[in-house]
């Protein structure tokens, strides 16, 4: 007879101390300063065990002291908090017309932020430029290009798994060689990783904004172009191929079909509500022209005119969310981007009753609440999720 019985495997003392020590790092992060009190409470570890748990990531250089609590009964506690030189990392967003770069500490404070122009840049030379740009935001934090830990890029495509060159982005010159993620790791001095910047914002309204504790949520850009994110039981779902999202392509009603979408178009939806079509629609009602962001802000002060267009937008908005919605249902969609911020809580309304009349899914609408850039926010959460596994887990 065979014995099924099967005897637990418990966890070795090294890694019950990994876990306990990662817990700690993780609630100082999310806390601030803690007393050694306080972690065992939060832990559920002895005063003892959260000493030398203290002592551990003190002299691994993770933790600093950083003064000592004071008002309450008894002798002062020393508090502790994540030593901010454990690491640093950097996050890029890339756009047709300029660059953002920031560096942040292992904490998630931004060092130095700047913003590069890259009109007249020769194709030939954006890595070299973008590397020149980021090295000139890290000598502002005080630190050289070896401190970095890892570099996250947001771009407007989407990297191909297989073949390595950027899909979705022939609007970005420079940007296409088949060994870019090399080219750039050689260039910039650490690891690379390259994410399309809707991803990256949705990461952010995830981590701070308005989808934070939400699991599944669908967020829409509108800018230049369009493009959505989605997040499903709390991570981003890329596709097959990365191209998850690229609903700018998405045949719509209203819109004429694109029989050949390798061929330079706007796609279905662009047409739509890209920001070509957004100015026409501005322009039709006495608008003006300009950026799609003064045309929407125009609108709000505009009665009559204004109040057509911003109900026409919201329509052609709706038409491209009832497809994404239709095969997804998430519990929330997000509107992000220059076109609809600007728009305010009147224009998310007025797509929130739209998306009702003619959808069946009928989730939240909310509008971006991540101040900035949500692409070069998303791109340091990325980074500094990478960057605290790979420095929390080797000490």
Known sequence: ???????????????????????A???????????????????GLSKPTASQLLGRLESAGLVLPVGT????????????QVNPAAGYVAGLDVTTTHIRTAVADITGNTLAESLTPTKGWPAAETVRRTAEALA?????????????????????????PVSGKLRYASHLPGWHSPKLLAELETALGAPVTIENDVNLAAVAEQAFGAAQGC????MLWAEEGLGAAIVLAGRLHRGFTGGAGEVGYMPVPGAPV??????????GFQELAGAEAVLLLARQHGLGGGSTEAAVARALETPGAGDEFLDELAERLAVGLASIV?????ELVVLSGGTVTAGGDRLRALVQDALARISIPRPEVRSSTVPGSPVLHGALQRALASARESVFSTH
């Open 1 to 23: 007879m065979t014995d099924n019985t099967r005897t637990p495997i418990a966890g070795t003392p090294s890694l019950l101390r990994a876990i306990n020590d990662r817990a």
């Open 25 to 43: 790092l993780e609630l100082l992060l999310a806390h601030g300063p803690l007393s050694r009190t306080q972690i065992g409470s939060l832990t």
């Open 69 to 80: 609590t004071a008002g309450g009964p008894g002798p002062n506690a020393q508090l502790y």
């Open 136 to 160: 000139g935001t890290v000598r502002e934090a005080g630190l050289t290009p070896g401190d970095l830990h890892g570099i996250v890029v947001g771009v407007p495509g989407a990297l191909d």
């Open 215 to 218: 699991e599944d949520f669908v």
């Open 258 to 267: 694109v029989y050949n979408v390798r061929r330079k178009n706007s796609g």
């Open 326 to 330: 239709a095969v997804v249902d998430p």
